[in-house]
């Protein structure tokens, strides 16, 4: 009974900040209404200017290619390439193609001509999938016969057949909302007493640890199950996206991520002495167990040593995990290892939660 009462007690406190129900309720909303359109890896309006040296048939061809993509903004055809590339120095452009003079009579000839594609390094990610656009462009018109060839060969994508982004970004925004909304939230909980100087009145009190902590961390849980289903449906509504997999396994795998935050989130609480304290180490942990977790690149890509953190990264395990139920339809064998760790990594949290917490009776 005694712990009814104080999740009651919880409940209220959230109900009377003005703030944080609205908190509650909007963030999702944004992240899921905003942030599919803006967060994808296709690169677009890539500011290109061509140098023409040669201004044949061939090379006309490829300027005309390049002002009907949808990838790119044509800059215009400038004279020279120095002044282009003085544009890219100033910002004003990405890419610079230079058509090199004789490029359709070598091509009438049968010889390679040898086109030049300078790009911005700046944002490399920008400036490389520019570079490759070009390439595929010229490829497809100075030789055609190659093209040709790559066209014979056919790719049979099995999952996210049509490639689409935001089928691919919509679990990792869950993973982000799930983290800074029962991470932060009950980091700022216990802290937040200390400075009101409430967590006295608890000290004093017969209720042991296991219940003071559970009050703290139960209904952060119920929080999440709410902004999951939130964000459940409006990808339904507004995207049209469902999970090809069961949704209890979504939920399952929102509350033992939220098992894993809450419960740090409590642990730095208790160890810090001031809400801005609590904060900043938070965020130091949030932002590593995000980058490292494979959320926006794969964990293969990185070094070695920083691949070994994934073992013990349990926004890596929901990632896949969430990812193989939403895109690829996978059951709860196929996510098995990944529910384990989570429920290991979350129980060792709430342990030392428990543990962590100086109860002055």
């Known amino acids: 009974m005694t712990l009814k009462y104080l999740i009651q007690k919880e409940f209220l406190q959230v109900r009377r900040n003005s703030f944080l129900p609205k908190l509650i309720v909007m963030f999702p909303i944004m992240i899921m209404c905003v942030m599919p359109w803006v967060m994808q890896m296709e690169v677009k309006n890539i500011v290109v200017n061509v140098v023409d040296n040669d201004r044949s048939q061939a090379s006309q061809q490829i300027v005309h290619s390049v002002e009907a993509s949808n990838y790119f903004i044509f800059n215009g055809q400038k004279s020279t390439y120095r002044e282009a590339l003085n544009e890219i120095e100033h910002g004003k452009a990405d890419?610079?193609?230079?058509?090199?003079?004789?490029?359709?009579?070598?091509?009438?000839?049968?010889?390679?001509?040898?086109?030049?594609?300078?790009?911005?390094?700046?944002?490399?990610?920008?400036?490389s999938m520019g570079a490759?656009?070009?390439?595929?462009?010229?490829?497809?018109?100075?030789?055609?016969?190659?093209?040709?060839?790559?066209?014979?060969?056919?790719?049979?994508?099995?999952?996210?057949?049509?490639?689409n982004y935001k089928l691919y970004m919509i679990p990792a925004l869950l993973a982000i909302v799930m983290?800074?909304?029962?991470?932060?939230?009950?980091?700022?909980?216990?802290?937040?007493?200390?400075?009101?100087?409430?967590?006295?009145?608890?000290?004093v009190t017969p209720v042991s640890k296991w219940a003071f902590i559970l009050s703290k961390l139960i209904p952060y849980w119920i929080i999440a199950l709410f902004v999951i289903t939130v964000c459940l449906v409006l990808a339904w509504l507004i995207y049209g996206i469902t999970p090809q997999g069961e949704v209890w396994l979504v939920y399952?795998?929102?509350?033992?991520?939220?098992?894993?935050?809450?419960?740090?989130?409590?642990?730095?609480?208790?160890?810090?002495?001031?809400?801005?304290?609590?904060?900043?180490?938070?965020?130091?942990?949030?932002?590593?167990?995000?980058?490292?977790?494979?959320?926006?690149?794969?964990?293969?890509?990185?070094?070695?040593?920083?691949?070994?953190?994934?073992?013990?990264?349990?926004?890596?395990?929901?990632?896949?995990?969430?990812?193989?139920?939403?895109?690829?339809?996978?059951?709860?064998?196929?996510?098995?290892?990944?529910?384990?760790?989570?429920?290991?990594?979350g129980l060792l949290m709430a342990t030392w939660a428990v543990h962590s917490y100086k109860k002055n009776s």
């Not at 090199?100 to 944002?123: C, E, S, W």
């Not at 595929?136 to 790559?150: G, H, K, L, V």
């Not at 983290?179 to 000290?203: C, D, H, R, W, Y």
Request: glycine content about 6%.
């Open 95 to 127: 890419v610079v193609l230079v058509i090199p003079p004789d490029f359709g009579k070598d091509l009438a000839t049968g010889h390679t001509p040898q086109v030049l594609i300078a790009a911005n390094a700046v944002n490399g990610t920008k400036g």
């Open 179 to 203: 983290m800074l909304m029962t991470g932060f939230l009950p980091t700022l909980n216990i802290v937040g007493e200390k400075e009101a100087g409430t967590i006295e009145q608890i000290n």
């Open 132 to 163: 490759a656009y070009l390439s595929q462009i010229i490829t497809a018109n100075a030789m055609p016969d190659e093209a040709a060839i790559r066209t014979k060969v056919s790719t049979l994508m099995l999952y996210n057949k049509h490639q």
């Open 252 to 345: 399952l795998l929102a509350l033992l991520l939220a098992l894993f935050f809450s419960s740090f989130g409590l642990i730095i609480s208790n160890y810090s002495d001031t809400m801005q304290q609590a904060v900043f180490v938070m965020w130091f942990f949030v932002v590593c167990i995000m980058l490292l977790s494979g959320l926006f690149t794969p964990t293969r890509s990185m070094p070695q040593w920083a691949y070994l953190t994934t073992y013990v990264n349990p926004m890596h395990y929901f990632i896949d995990a969430i990812r193989t139920v939403f895109i690829r339809g996978g059951t709860f064998s196929d996510i098995a290892h990944q529910v384990y760790a989570l429920l290991g990594i």
